[in-house]
């Protein structure tokens, strides 16, 4: 399993039909971001010592497309079989992987939330098999339908 970075979910066919240029002479683009009414994560079999939590932030202002505003709290949902786990479509949301990776200054202490370092960065502690999916008020459109 690999860490999942922070992302924000969205219509990836919109976007890319509409996407311009961040800046006069940049290579980057990116377009009109419409994100789901809510996404899901439907924890089917999760095995092993520590499972990877899914990460939810909460944005100062409330969660709107585009670049991240400013972080005011995340919530951290451990990975429990036969949970279902549903938050806001805007949130920015991530997979930690090693489980504590997020936490600055983690790895430094003799232990970590009940585990040893060494458990926490080897990753080598189970599997977590999940189902993702988002729900919209229209469907998303086809990024290869232009």
């Not at 092993?48 to 899914?54: A, C, D, F, R, W």
């Not at 944005?59 to 786990?85: D, I, M, Q």
């Not at 806001?88 to 991530?94: E, P, T």
């Not at 960065?121 to 988002?134: D, E, P, Q, T, W």
């Amino acid at each position: 399993m690999a860490r999942l970075e922070a992302h924000r979910d969205v219509d990836e066919g919109l976007c890319a039909k509409d996407a311009i240029p961040i800046g006069l002479s940049s290579d980057i683009k990116i377009g009109k971001q419409r994100c789901p009414n809510n996404g899901h994560v439907l924890y089917v079999d999760v095995e092993g010592s520590i499972g990877s939590p899914t990460l939810v932030w909460e944005e100062e202002g409330g969660a709107v497309p585009g670049p991240p505003g400013k972080l005011s709290s995340v919530w951290a949902v451990p990975s429990v079989s036969n949970r279902l786990l549903r938050f806001d479509g805007k949130c920015l949301h991530a997979v930690a992987y090693p489980p504590l990776s997020f936490l600055k200054n983690c790895f430094e202490a003799e232990e970590c939330d009940n585990h040893s370092n060494d458990d926490v960065k080897s990753g080598n502690n189970g599997r977590r098999a999940v189902i993702l999916f988002n729900t919209w008020d229209e469907p998303p459109s086809y990024p290869s339908v232009g």
